[in-house]
């Protein structure tokens, strides 16, 4: 290329466009790679992983064991780094960000559901979601819990500690704090992979409503076929990328 058509070039200014014009995706992953190496081993658990997350959507996650899942999570929800490529949520790459701002979108950005323990079994369900809002920065929980409570369906397990609630509800608990805390990013990461079909059914319902009533949007890993049916798109992956 010569010199000229590079000077060419440099003359392009960007349009200004006001913010509000701009359709920024809930999360966003561009050729991201990560590498993990202990000693002489290296494993390539993301390999180029692109994938787009509009807001307000629900979008489920299916690929074996193995395949980059946890991984991938654990890069939007900003507890990794990535080793090359870029994660986005919303206008940010969280790359970007100093640890204050990563700090806070770990606190009020996003909320991470796991498999299980993801409650403090001593405490009761309502406690549980009060010290989460109380990590989160909100003075006086207490109202913003028992709606939470309740709009999952658990205003009569209040009081009750989480460890003596079953699978279920305590995946239940863990959403609805999520909906307490107005995480504008919910990421579940295998949600109902220790429960039965009815409480599956439970929390998918439980999913659905945090898209639906609290706007979240949510980014379910699953093996399950019927989490994959109730979502809004699929995601396949295999081998750290995804499939097209
Ligand atoms: N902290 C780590 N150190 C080394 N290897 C890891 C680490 N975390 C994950 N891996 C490897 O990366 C690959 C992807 O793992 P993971 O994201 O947990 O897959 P999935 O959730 O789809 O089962 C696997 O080969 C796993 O052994
Ligand atoms: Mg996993």
Excluded at 146 to 165: E, I, K, N, T, Y
Excluded at 186 to 191: C, I, T, Y
Aim: hydrophobic letters at 45%; glycine letters at 10%.
């Amino acid at each position: 290329m010569s010199t000229s058509s590079g000077a060419v070039k440099s003359l392009y200014v960007e349009p200004e466009r006001a913010e509000q014009e701009i359709d920024w995706p809930a999360l966003q992953f561009n050729d991201v790679f990560k590498i993990f190496r202990s000693g002489p081993v290296e494993t390539v658990a993301l390999r180029g992983f692109g994938m787009r997350v509009e807001r307000g959507e629900l979008v489920a996650v299916l690929g074996p064991s193995g395949c980059g899942k946890s991984t991938m999570l654990a890069l939007a929800s900003a507890l990794d780094q990535p080793s090359a490529g870029e994660v986005r949520v919303g206008e940010w790459s969280l790359s970007l960000l100093d640890e204050t701002a990563l700090a806070d979108y770990r606190a009020r950005g996003v909320a991470l559901v796991l498999q299980r323990d993801n409650l403090w079994p001593a405490l009761t369900a309502r406690e549980n979601v009060i010290v989460s809002l109380r990590i989160a920065g909100r003075s006086d929980p207490g109202p913003a819990a028992d709606q939470a409570l309740a709009a999952f369906g658990l205003g009569d397990r209040v009081r009750q500690r989480a460890g003596s609630l079953s699978g279920g509800e305590q995946q239940r608990v863990a959403i609805a704090g999520a909906a307490a805390r107005q995480a504008p990013l919910v990421l579940a990461d295998e949600p109902t992979g220790e429960l039965d079909h009815a409480n599956e059914r439970l929390v998918l319902d439980a999913l659905r409503e945090l898209r639906d009533s609290f706007g979240s949007t949510v980014v379910a890993v699953t093996h399950s076929a019927r989490v994959a049916r109730a979502a809004d798109r699929v995601v396949e992956m295999r081998d750290g990328r995804a499939l097209a």
